[in-house]
Nanobody, 119 residues
Framework: QVQLVESGGGLVQAGGSLRLSCAAS????????VGWFLQAPGKEREFVTRISGSGGITDYADSVKGRFTISRDNAKNTIALQMNSLQPEDTAVYYC????????????WGQGTQVTVSS
């Protein structure tokens, strides 16, 4: 079992930056891929980025490439999402999620953190 708690959301002007954090429980956290997803009002949840258990593999949605960076610290059981050059269309609730290595479905989700970018 993994429990995830996000933090770091807030209100920022266009062009600004935010750093989201996800704190995870569990002794075998390094065995889990972690992803960030977003859900904008009235839209379905969509993939943003993911990172492998060791941190050596990352993947990004085209819309955030070059602006967002995912990282993890397995010693501290934390995942970070650095978001730069934010735009109003990045406004959404951001969720941290985890799936165990060897599986395809993200089974563990945080409660989400709101990011609002004003123009």
């Amino acid at each position: 079992q993994v429990q995830l708690v996000e933090s770091g959301g807030g209100l920022v002007q266009a062009g600004g930056s935010l750093r989201l954090s996800c704190a995870a429980s569990g002794r075998t956290f390094r065995n889990y891929y972690v992803g960030w997803f977003l859900q904008a009002p009235g839209k379905e949840r969509e993939f943003v980025t993911r990172i492998s258990g060791s941190g050596g593999i990352t993947d990004y949605a085209d819309s955030v490439k070059g602006r967002f960076t995912i990282s993890r610290d397995n010693a501290k059981n934390t995942i970070a999402l650095q978001m730069n050059s934010l735009q109003p269309e990045d406004t959404a609730v951001y969720y941290c999620s985890a799936r165990k290595r060897g599986t395809v479905r993200y089974d563990y989700w945080g409660q989400g953190t709101q990011v609002t970018v004003s123009s």
